[in-house]
């Protein structure tokens, strides 16, 4: 099993700044490697959207509502993901979700996994 825990959330006003983190590891194994790690946002009501997503080979898409203002980025070593948040806006109000993919832990694979999320709130 993989555990990703989200941090970073809180409430700030408009043009402000957030960053977020999200730590992986394995409940019955080592982490091995961790093949991408992406960010997903849901706002009540709405579908979970995806935010941003860091392969292993070093690409950074971003969903277009957020280029020029999240940067993604993250440390292999500590199976860490992070997404630094400017210029933020009240529409990026949400729950921000970790998420992981093709994660090696010992002797097998777990192809998708999920943090509780963390909350973000952008004022006027």
């Known amino acids: 099993q993989v555990q990703l825990v989200e941090s970073g959330g809180g409430l700030v006003q408009a043009g402000g700044s957030l960053r977020l983190s999200c730590v992986a590891s394995g409940a019955s194994g080592r982490i091995f490697s961790i093949n991408a790690m992406g960010w997903y946002r849901q706002a009540p009501g709405k579908q979970r959207e995806w935010v941003a997503l860091?392969?292993?080979?070093?690409?950074?898409p971003y969903a277009d509502s957020v280029k020029g203002r999240f940067t993604i980025s993250r440390d292999n070593a500590k199976n860490t993901v992070y997404l630094q948040m400017n210029s933020l806006k009240p529409e990026d109000t949400a729950v921000y979700y970790c998420?992981?993919?093709?994660?090696?832990?010992?002797?097998?694979?777990?192809?998708?996994?999920w943090g509780q999320g963390t909350q973000v709130t952008v004022s006027s």
């Open positions: 998420n992981a993919k093709d994660v090696r832990i010992a002797d097998f694979r777990v192809p998708d996994a």
């Open positions: 860091i392969t292993s080979g070093g690409s950074t």
